[in-house]
């Protein structure tokens, strides 16, 4: 919604300059609540004469840090505290207030020894940490002067096993190792290779080996600054006597399905023998042995294996079957593990009515879905939902009367409902024997059938469409997608008003856009998320999509020498044209993290390309400007294409064939609930072909640089961890529109607001 439309620009300017001024006002005075005794840590430096060192951990090392600041400036937090010191029961001074940091000499020397330990880690054992204060009345900044030293490089790599047996193991891995000859020392690097170790030999048989087996000696005395490293693999001890460690096999295989009271009652329950596993049950075995059994990753009379453990608990996880899960090992005579599966099944059917706001490109409405899921359809894990969805939206309606589709007196003006069916199969069906391949891939075969109806104020829309997919894991951070039959009727009743004003603008691209049409496409999508949910590091997001339709049909028409339509002169399907294109889209994300915040960059990329039947996108194929999501400074579907005026004053919403967007965000906590962020948007769409009726909408290097919108503007989210609500401001701060579109100037009177759920990347 925009706020000239609202009319509640003069509210909102005056407020967006107070809460300016409030924040410089808050950095003012950090020193207001102190004693006379006390003095503010105004803030900490870190001087050192080596870049390969990194200052990030270094800063983290560090015991006693400054107040919070938003931007690297404002110490807002502060602040808030100092302006309500009067009011100590204050929740805003509690809940967002930061006292003022009191420097303490004791931490900071603590912080010194800490650095000088973490350096001496890291290979650098001549290193030397100095502390230099400087003080201004009440205030003081102090500065560790670090001057690393020479950093000390492994010189060679030797073994000795104590336990003979185990060095065949290690060395035929050795080229694997995490120490490398040339490399600098690094304690954090030993440690890692000390687990790579005990992972291999725990694969091998070796259940009880642990990393307390595994010892280093490191000699710095041999000069030149190199050091040698001394792998020592211990034996095992039994009292205290040193022993060989042994290898232990797996000997029985029990799951045991039910809940722990049913389980410890286990004399009760009935047994079935199934790929040498014995399955324990009460009552009625509700899943098939054979879905269960295919989880497990090793057998009786098998060396006992870590790799082999942690993907049976994994793939009895990806099932979503049960709640908990737990493999326990019993030691029997003679090296051997019995081994038991502990399982406790979800609840299988559910019946649930859910109610949800929804925002489509800044249009928000809400949804209300009646869903049914079983869990286990056929006794096998497949996953079956029904969901009766219907809904309604406020839609930003250009050039078109309103007031008369209002649905019962309400601002809502489009209505949307329709059933959808959807049933999940954990494994691959193809009519060759992947087993082999799906073991360890979470494999799974989606099946949907959709149909839906919506009725908005220019035209209504009944769409029909079924899929039939593959997805799987190339790894933890790999996913692949691949729908091989995607088909999608769609038939558009325009209304008399609406189809007029497309008439009107004697444009043959969007008469195309708005037509019945059928889709038969074949999609992959590759997504890379290396985000590692246990540990708060940077991480990178990939997403790339392909998409190609029609291609089939129309080689089918040509060699069948198919009639074409006498009025369109294009081929149809079951009496509607079909589409035919090219779509590939990459978004590509880097999320980094900092001590006091976090920065989020984007660059989104989409082409799509039609050709042969239907010289046009279909409309949910094209690309559209603006939005919550995209270039927030614009409403959805108003920006461009290229440096079309501002569609806000034609008739119908824009679309286009290229998209290009770049954003980045700086996003910081305000409070645990409150989330704030600083963002600009740049971007556009435009179509990839000349077109007299919409004039420099086409792509066009030599004005690429006018073409691109840049929006500025602030965010305010409220995190509820299990959704996000969402309040982004934005301004124009560059409009290809505009007759002179080099030009940079804050546009207040075409302020956004942008409402919505979840982060907009």
């Not at 404002?74 to 930061?98: A, C, P, Q, T, W």
């Not at 074949?522 to 590091?537: E, G, P, T, V």
């Not at 996108?617 to 927030?632: D, H, M, Q, V």
Request: net charge positive; charged share 25%; proline share 4%.
């Amino acid at each position: 919604m925009i706020f000239r439309d609202l009319k509640i620009a003069p509210v909102i300017y005056p407020l967006l300059s107070v809460i300016g001024l409030s924040i410089l006002f808050f950095s003012c005075n950090p020193t207001k609540t102190l004693k006379d005794n006390e003095k503010f840590l105004q803030s900490n430096t870190i001087e050192i004469n080596n870049t390969k060192v990194d200052k990030e951990e270094l800063y983290n090392i560090i015991k006693q840090k400054p107040n919070k600041k938003i931007l690297g400036i404002f110490r807002f937090h502060l602040g808030v505290y100092n302006f309500l010191s009067n009011k100590e029961d204050s929740k805003m001074r509690k809940n967002i207030g930061e006292p003022p940091v009191i420097y303490d000499s004791l931490l900071s020397t603590r912080s010194q020894s800490q650095l000088n330990l973490y350096l001496n880690n890291k290979g650098y054992f001549q290193n030397k940490v100095t502390i230099a204060t400087k003080t201004d009345k009440k205030k003081i900044k102090q500065t560790f002067n670090i001057t690393s030293g020479p950093a000390y490089v492994i010189n060679d790599i030797n073994y000795q096993f104590d336990d003979p047996k185990l060095s065949s193991y290690v060395l035929a891995k050795k080229d694997y190792s995490l120490i490398k000859k040339g490399k600098n020392f690094d304690v954090d690097v030993l440690d890692n290779e000390r687990e790579r170790i005990k992972k291999i030999l725990k694969n091998e048989g070796y259940y009880y080996f642990t990393n307390s087996f595994i010892k280093y000696k490191i000699d710095t005395t041999i000069g030149n600054h190199n050091v040698n490293v001394l792998i020592e693999l211990l034996q095992d001890k039994k009292g205290d006597v040193n022993v060989p460690h042994e290898t232990y096999r797996i000997n029985e295989i029990n799951l045991f399905l039910g809940s722990k009271s049913k389980i410890d009652k286990a004399h009760l329950m009935d047994t079935l023998i199934f790929n040498d596993a014995s399955i324990i049950y009460a009552d009625k075995l509700k899943f098939k042995p054979k879905m269960l059994t295919h989880t497990l990753n090793f057998k009786p009379k098998e060396k006992y294996s870590l790799q082999n453990q942690n993907y049976t608990y994994k793939q009895l996880s990806e099932l979503r079957l049960f709640k908990n899960i737990a493999v326990i090992y019993e030691e029997t005579d003679s090296n051997k593990l019995t081994t038991n599966i502990y399982l406790t099944p979800l609840v299988i059917k559910s019946i649930t009515l859910e109610g949800v706001g929804t925002n489509t490109g800044g249009d928000l409405g809400v949804e209300g879905n009646v869903a049914y899921q079983n869990k286990n359809i056929f006794r096998g894990g497949e996953f079956l939902n029904i969901k009766l969805k219907g809904g309604v939206e406020i839609q930003r309606v250009v050039g078109v009367a309103t007031s008369a589709n209002e649905i019962l007196g309400t601002p809502f003006n489009t209505l949307e409902f329709g059933p959808e069916v959807s049933l999940e199969f954990p494994r691959f069906l193809l009519p060759v024997n992947m087993q082999n391949f799906s073991k360890r891939t979470n494999p799974r075969t989606t099946i949907t059938s959709t149909f839906n109806f919506q009725q908005r104020p220019e035209y209504s829309r009944n769409l029909m469409q079924g899929t039939f997919g593959y997805s799987w894991h190339e790894s933890q951070y790999k996913q692949h997608f691949i729908t091989p039959f995607n088909i999608s009727f769609v038939k558009l009743n325009l209304t008399d008003d609406f189809k007029n004003k497309i008439i009107a603008e004697n444009n043959p691209f969007l008469l195309s856009s708005y037509s019945d049409h059928f889709i038969s496409a074949i999609q992959y999508s590759f997504i890379l998320n290396n985000q590692d949910i246990n540990r708060i590091k940077n991480y990178q997001y990939l997403r790339f999509n392909f998409e190609t339709s029609g291609n089939l049909l129309s080689s089918y028409n040509r060699l069948t020498n198919a009639p074409k339509d006498e009025t369109t002169h294009s081929y149809n399907f079951a009496g509607i044209r079909y589409a035919e294109y090219l779509k590939t889209e990459f978004d590509l994300r880097f999320y980094e993290q900092t001590r006091l915040a976090s920065i989020v960059e984007r660059l989104a990329l989409g082409v799509g390309v039609p050709y042969g039947n239907l010289d046009v996108l279909p409309f949910e194929k094209s690309y559209f400007g603006g939005g919550s999501n995209g270039i927030r400074a614009w409403p959805a579907r108003s920006l461009g294409p290229g440096s079309l005026a501002d569609s806000l004053l034609n008739t119908v919403n824009q679309i286009g064939e290229l998209k290009i967007e770049a954003n980045i965000e700086y996003r910081f906590d305000i409070t645990k609930l409150f989330k704030g962020a600083f963002f600009i948007d740049a971007g556009n769409i435009w179509i990839l072909k000349e077109d007299p009726q919409r004039p420099h909408a086409e792509i066009n290097l030599n004005r690429f640089y006018n073409d691109i919108a840049i929006g500025v503007g602030f965010g305010l989210r409220l995190d509820f961890s299990f959704f996000i609500f969402r309040f982004d401001i934005a301004t124009p701060l560059k409009d290809p529109s505009k007759e002179d579109p080099k030009t940079y100037r804050i546009e207040l009177k075409k302020t956004t607001l942008n409402l919505g759920i979840g982060y907009p990347f």
